[in-house]
C-alpha cells in the first residue's frame, strides 16, 4: 500500500512538469475527439429522442434533439403493434431465440470440435482439421443459394430450425478453441489420466472450467453476429411467426410510404438493448473469468 | 505395498529407438532413482511404468501382476510431475481429492484421506486456496499430497524437484526422502541431478542412451563404476581418465602419462598391451613428490574455502583436475602421485569396468 501511495504521490509533480504545448493544439485535438464523440453519439440521440415524440413531428421533417411527450405511447405501439404487421415484442423473441441459439450452438460445437481435434488421435484427423479450416474462406453469401435448397428441401423454411441450423457451425471459434487448448499442458491430461478421468469426465471437470472466459468473449462476440445477422433470415424467415427483428425494420422503412418513423425509433431503441445488456453483462462475467483463472 | 518390475523394455518413436531393452526389479518399500543426462530416455522409462506410454516390446509388472495393457488410473499408481500439474480452477482439497471423487469414494472418506495427508504435509491452512495462490514450495507439497491421498502401490516422480530454488530445493528433497520412508511406498524418482540421485536412493539406475549402464547402491555405484560414462556421470568434480596400456601380464599398466602403476587389487585379465583407460577421483590424487610423482602445470585454481579444485595438465598434455584440502597452491607446478588402490580401470574401448581375475 505505502509503496503504491508513494509512487502515486511522485505521480502528480512528474506530471504537471511537461512543458505545456501551445493552447492551440490542445484545443485542435479536443475538437477533433468532440467531432468523433458526435459522429458516433448523434445518431443515437436522434434516434433516442425520436422515438419519443408523435408521429407528426417527424413527418414534418423536424429533427428533435430533445425529448418528447410520446414516449410510452410510441414503445407501447411498437412492442404491441410493430410498424409491419408484426409485433415488435414478437420480433425481439424471434431475434433472442435466434441469436442465442446460434452463439450457443456455435460454442457447444466448435468446442467438441476443438476437444477432438487437439486432444485424441484419430484417422483423418489432419484432414478433419484442414477442412475445419477452409470453411473460414466460405461465408454464408457463398453458399447462400445451394443452402436455401437444402433447408427448403428439408420443409425449413419459415422455422428457427431453417434460421439457426445453417448458420450454426464456425470454424473460426473452433479455430480459437483449438489455439487456446493447444496452450493446456501436457501435463494436466496426464494427470487426469492418472486421476482416472476418461475423456468426458477431463472436458466436462477441467477444459470447459478452464474455456470459461474464452466461451464468454466468444458468446458476446456470437450474439451480436447472430442478432445483426441479415442476409439468411431475410431469405429464409418470410413469415410473421420468425421474422427478426432487423428484418422487420427494414421492412418497416421500406414497405409504405407513410412510415410511421417513431414507431421506427421505437423499435430501433428496443432491438439495440438486447446486445448491449449482453455485452455489459458478459463483459463482468469476462474480466471475472480473467481474475478467477489461470493455467 | 508393492514390487515394480520392468522387463526387456524397449520402447521407439517412429524409427527412433529411445530406449534399447532396460531391465529393472525394485523391490517392496524401495526407493529407486533413475539419474541420467538429459534426454537419455528416463522420462520414457517412468512414463512406461506410468502406462502413459505404451512399451514397444518387454512388459511392467505390479505386484507380481503384469499390467502393460492398463490404463494409468488402473495401475493403483500415483505420479508427482516436474510442473506439478496442479489443475488451476480447482481448490487445494479439491486437488487432492479429485482422484478419489472419481473413483467414486464416499465424501466423508476423500476428506479424511485429504486431511490426514495435509496433516502430514504441514498444508493444512492451505486447503482452500487455489494452486497459483500458492509458493513453489507449497504447490511441490500438495502434488505430493495428491499422490499420497490415494494411497498408491507405486510413487512415481518425474523431476519434482527442478522448478524449486537451491536450498527449497535440498530441504523438499530431505522431506520426500523422510516421506517414502514413512509410508514406505515403493517409489521410482528421474532426476538429472546427481547429489539428488544420491541422496534419495536406495539404489540408483544410471541411464545412458536408452540403456541402464549400472543399477546399485549410490555407495557401490561412486566405488565400482559399472563403466566410463557412470564414472564420470556421478561424482564431482568428475573423475579423470587417463590413457594407459596393460602390461607386466596384467598386474599393471604403463600410462601415457609416465608411470607405470602396478594394480593394488591384483592382476587384470587381458591381453600385454590392451589399451585402458584409468580412472581416479580428483579427491584422491595425493599432491605429494615421491618415486612416482608426476609433474603437474596449473592453469586453473577454484579456492572453495575448506578445500580447493586445481585444473592442470600432466607433461604428456592429460587433463588432471585434483581436489586437495585447504587452500592450495595458487599457480605454477605441483608434484601428484596417483595411489595405486584408488585407480578405477576401465577397456578404452567401449569403456567398461576391468575388475581383477576371478574378484
Ligand atoms: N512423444 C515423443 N515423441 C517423439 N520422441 C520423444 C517423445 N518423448 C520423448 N522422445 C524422445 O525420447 C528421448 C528420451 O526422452 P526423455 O525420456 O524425455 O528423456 P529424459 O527424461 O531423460 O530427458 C528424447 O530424445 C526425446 O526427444
Ligand atoms: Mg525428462
Same mark, same amino acid.
Given at each position: 500500500?505505502?509503496?503504491?501511495?508513494?509512487?502515486?504521490?511522485?505521480?502528480?509533480?512528474?506530471?504537471?512538469?511537461?512543458?505545456?504545448?501551445?493552447?492551440?493544439?490542445? +484545443?485542435?485535438?479536443?475538437? &477533433?475527439?468532440?467531432?468523433?464523440?458526435?459522429?458516433?453519439?448523434?445518431?443515437?440521440?436522434?434516434?433516442?429522442?425520436?422515438?419519443?415524440?408523435?408521429?407528426?413531428?417527424?413527418?414534418?421533417?423536424?429533427?428533435?434533439?430533445?425529448?418528447?411527450?410520446?414516449?410510452?405511447?410510441?414503445?407501447?405501439?411498437?412492442?404491441? +403493434?410493430?410498424?409491419?404487421?408484426?409485433?415488435?415484442?414478437?420480433?425481439?423473441?424471434?431475434?433472442?431465440?435466434?441469436?442465442?441459439?446460434?452463439?450457443?450452438?456455435?460454442?457447444?460445437?466448435?468446442?467438441?470440435?476443438?476437444?477432438?481435434?487437439?486432444?485424441?488421435?484419430?484417422?483423418?484427423?489432419?484432414?478433419?482439421?484442414?477442412?475445419?479450416?477452409?470453411?473460414?474462406?466460405?461465408?454464408?453469401?457463398?453458399?447462400?443459394?445451394?443452402?436455401?435448397?437444402?433447408?427448403?428441401?428439408?420443409?425449413?423454411?419459415?422455422?428457427?430450425?431453417?434460421? &439457426?441450423?445453417?448458420?450454426?457451425?464456425?470454424?473460426?471459434?473452433?479455430?480459437?478453441? +483449438?489455439?487456446?487448448?493447444?496452450?493446456?499442458?501436457?501435463?494436466?491430461?496426464?494427470?487426469?489420466?492418472?486421476?482416472?478421468?476418461?475423456?468426458?469426465?477431463?472436458?466436462?471437470?477441467?477444459?470447459?472450467?478452464?474455456?470459461?472466459?474464452?466461451?464468454?468473449?466468444?458468446?458476446?462476440?456470437?450474439?451480436?453476429?447472430?442478432?445483426?445477422?441479415?442476409?439468411?433470415?431475410?431469405?429464409?424467415?418470410?413469415? @410473421?411467426?420468425?421474422?427478426?427483428?432487423?428484418?422487420?425494420?427494414?421492412?418497416?422503412?421500406?414497405?409504405?410510404?407513410?412510415?410511421?418513423?417513431?414507431?421506427?425509433?421505437?423499435?430501433?431503441?428496443?432491438?439495440?438493448?438486447?446486445?448491449?445488456?449482453?455485452?455489459?453483462?458478459?463483459?463482468?462475467?469476462?474480466?471475472?473469468?480473467?481474475?478467477?483463472?489461470?493455467? | 505395498?508393492?514390487?515394480?518390475?520392468?522387463?526387456?523394455?524397449?520402447?521407439?518413436?517412429?524409427?527412433?529407438?529411445?530406449?534399447? /531393452?532396460?531391465?529393472?526389479?525394485?523391490?517392496?518399500?524401495?526407493?529407486?532413482? &533413475?539419474?541420467?543426462?538429459?534426454?537419455?530416455?528416463?522420462?520414457?522409462?517412468? +512414463?512406461?511404468?506410468?502406462?502413459?506410454?505404451?512399451?514397444?516390446?518387454?512388459?511392467?509388472?505390479?505386484?507380481?501382476?503384469?499390467?502393460?495393457?492398463?490404463?494409468?488410473?488402473?495401475?493403483?499408481? $500415483?505420479?508427482?510431475?516436474?510442473?506439478?500439474?496442479?489443475?488451476?480452477?480447482?481448490?487445494?482439497?479439491?486437488?487432492?481429492?479429485?482422484?478419489?471423487?472419481?473413483?467414486?469414494?464416499?465424501?466423508?472418506?476423500?476428506?479424511?484421506?485429504?486431511?490426514?495427508?495435509?496433516?502430514?504435509?504441514?498444508?493444512?491452512?492451505?486447503?482452500?486456496?487455489?494452486?497459483?495462490?500458492?509458493?513453489?514450495?507449497?504447490?511441490?507439497?500438495?502434488?505430493?499430497?495428491?499422490?499420497?491421498?490415494?494411497?498408491?502401490?507405486?510413487?512415481?516422480?518425474?523431476?519434482?524437484?527442478?522448478?524449486?530454488?537451491?536450498?527449497?530445493?535440498?530441504?523438499?528433497?530431505?522431506?520426500?526422502?523422510?516421506?517414502?520412508?514413512?509410508?514406505?511406498?515403493?517409489?521410482?524418482?528421474?532426476?538429472?541431478?546427481?547429489?539428488?540421485?544420491?541422496?534419495?536412493?536406495?539404489?540408483?539406475?544410471?541411464?545412458?542412451?536408452?540403456?541402464?549402464?549400472?543399477?546399485?547402491?549410490?555407495?557401490?555405484?561412486? @566405488?565400482?563404476?559399472?563403466?566410463?560414462?557412470?564414472?564420470?556421470?556421478?561424482?564431482?568434480?568428475?573423475?579423470?581418465?587417463?590413457? /594407459?596400456?596393460?602390461?607386466?601380464? /596384467?598386474?599393471?599398466?604403463?600410462?601415457?602419462?609416465?608411470?607405470?602403476?602396478?594394480? @593394488?587389487?591384483?592382476?587384470?585379465?587381458?591381453?600385454?598391451?590392451?589399451?585402458?583407460?584409468?580412472?581416479?577421483?580428483?579427491?584422491?590424487?595425493?599432491?605429494? $613428490?615421491?618415486?612416482?610423482?608426476?609433474?603437474?602445470?596449473?592453469?586453473?585454481?577454484?579456492?572453495?574455502?575448506?578445500?580447493?579444485?586445481?585444473?592442470?595438465?600432466?607433461?604428456?598434455?592429460?587433463?588432471?583436475?585434483?581436489?586437495?584440502?585447504?587452500?592450495?597452491?595458487?599457480?605454477?607446478?605441483?608434484?601428484?602421485?596417483?595411489?595405486?588402490?584408488?585407480?578405477?580401470?576401465?577397456?578404452?574401448?567401449?569403456?567398461?569396468?576391468?575388475?581383477?581375475?576371478?574378484?
Amino acid at each position: 500500500m505505502s509503496t503504491t501511495e508513494a509512487t502515486q504521490g511522485l505521480a502528480l509533480p512528474a506530471e504537471a512538469a511537461p512543458p505545456r504545448r501551445a493552447g492551440g493544439s490542445d +484545443r485542435v485535438a479536443h475538437a &477533433i475527439l468532440l467531432l468523433g464523440v458526435v459522429l458516433f453519439a448523434l445518431p443515437l440521440w436522434i434516434v433516442l429522442m425520436g422515438s419519443t415524440h408523435d408521429a407528426a413531428t417527424i413527418g414534418r421533417g423536424e429533427v428533435p434533439l430533445l425529448p418528447g411527450g410520446h414516449a410510452v405511447e410510441n414503445y407501447t405501439a411498437a412492442w404491441q +403493434r410493430g410498424g409491419a404487421g408484426v409485433p415488435g415484442g414478437r420480433m425481439l423473441w424471434n431475434s433472442t431465440v435466434m441469436a442465442l441459439s446460434i452463439a450457443l450452438g456455435k460454442i457447444a460445437i466448435s468446442i467438441i470440435s476443438a476437444y477432438a481435434v487437439v486432444f485424441f488421435r484419430f484417422p483423418f484427423r489432419k484432414a478433419a482439421f484442414w477442412s475445419i479450416f477452409i470453411t473460414l474462406m466460405l461465408p454464408v453469401e457463398v453458399r447462400i443459394f445451394p443452402t436455401f435448397k437444402v433447408v427448403s428441401d428439408l420443409g425449413m423454411v419459415n422455422t428457427y430450425a431453417g434460421l &439457426i441450423i445453417p448458420v450454426i457451425a464456425s470454424a473460426t471459434a473452433t479455430l480459437l478453441f +483449438r489455439q487456446f487448448f493447444m496452450t493446456i499442458p501436457d501435463e494436466f491430461v496426464e494427470a487426469a489420466k492418472m486421476d482416472g478421468a476418461g475423456p468426458l469426465r477431463f472436458f466436462w471437470d477441467v477444459v470447459l472450467p478452464l474455456s470459461r472466459t474464452n466461451m464468454a468473449a466468444l458468446f458476446v462476440i456470437l450474439f451480436v453476429y447472430g442478432w445483426n445477422q441479415y442476409l439468411w433470415p431475410l431469405l429464409v424467415a418470410t413469415s @410473421a411467426d420468425v421474422e427478426t427483428v432487423v428484418i422487420g425494420m427494414v421492412k418497416m422503412i421500406g414497405s409504405e410510404a407513410n412510415t410511421e418513423w417513431n414507431i421506427v425509433m421505437a423499435t430501433c431503441v428496443l432491438a439495440l438493448l438486447p446486445p448491449v445488456a449482453v455485452v455489459i453483462l458478459m463483459q463482468r462475467w469476462f474480466v471475472k473469468g480473467l481474475t478467477e483463472t489461470e493455467k | 505395498m508393492a514390487t515394480l518390475e520392468l522387463s526387456a523394455i524397449r520402447k521407439s518413436f517412429g524409427p527412433v529407438e529411445v530406449l534399447h /531393452g532396460v531391465d529393472l526389479a525394485v523391490a517392496d518399500g524401495e526407493m529407486i532413482v &533413475i539419474v541420467g543426462a538429459s534426454g537419455c530416455g528416463k522420462s520414457t522409462l517412468l +512414463r512406461i511404468a506410468a502406462g502413459l506410454e505404451i512399451p514397444s516390446q518387454g512388459r511392467v509388472r505390479i505386484a507380481g501382476r503384469d499390467v502393460t495393457a492398463l490404463e494409468p488410473a488402473d495401475r493403483d499408481i $500415483a505420479m508427482v510431475f516436474q510442473n506439478y500439474a496442479l489443475y488451476p480452477h480447482m481448490s487445494v482439497a479439491q486437488n487432492m481429492g479429485y482422484g478419489l471423487k472419481i473413483r467414486g469414494l464416499p465424501r466423508a472418506e476423500i476428506d479424511r484421506r485429504v486431511r490426514e495427508a495435509a496433516a502430514l504435509l504441514g498444508i493444512e491452512a492451505l486447503l482452500d486456496r487455489r494452486p497459483r495462490q500458492l509458493s513453489g514450495g507449497q504447490r511441490q507439497r500438495v502434488a505430493m499430497g495428491r499422490a499420497i491421498v490415494r494411497e498408491p502401490k507405486l510413487f512415481l516422480f518425474d523431476e519434482p524437484l527442478s522448478n524449486l530454488d537451491a536450498k527449497l530445493r535440498v530441504q523438499m528433497r530431505a522431506e520426500i526422502r523422510r516421506l517414502q520412508r514413512r509410508l514406505g511406498v515403493t517409489s521410482l524418482f528421474v532426476t538429472h541431478d546427481q547429489v539428488e540421485a544420491m541422496t534419495l536412493g536406495d539404489r540408483l539406475v544410471v541411464m545412458h542412451q536408452g540403456h541402464a549402464a549400472q543399477v546399485a547402491t549410490p555407495m557401490e555405484i561412486w @566405488a565400482k563404476p559399472a563403466d566410463t560414462y557412470v564414472a564420470g556421470f556421478i561424482g564431482s568434480p568428475a573423475m579423470n581418465f587417463l590413457k /594407459g596400456r596393460l602390461t607386466e601380464g /596384467g598386474r599393471a599398466v604403463a600410462l601415457e602419462a609416465g608411470p607405470t602403476i602396478r594394480f @593394488a587389487d591384483g592382476p587384470r585379465p587381458g591381453p600385454e598391451g590392451l589399451p585402458l583407460t584409468i580412472g581416479i577421483r580428483p579427491e584422491h590424487v595425493r599432491a605429494e $613428490a615421491g618415486g612416482l610423482a608426476l609433474t603437474l602445470t596449473l592453469d586453473l585454481v577454484e579456492p572453495l574455502g575448506s578445500e580447493a579444485v586445481l585444473h592442470g595438465r600432466l607433461p604428456n598434455g592429460e587433463a588432471l583436475v585434483v581436489k586437495l584440502a585447504g587452500p592450495g597452491p595458487r599457480d605454477g607446478t605441483l608434484p601428484v602421485a596417483l595411489p595405486a588402490e584408488a585407480l578405477h580401470v576401465f577397456v578404452a574401448e567401449g569403456g567398461r569396468r576391468l575388475d581383477p581375475a576371478g574378484g
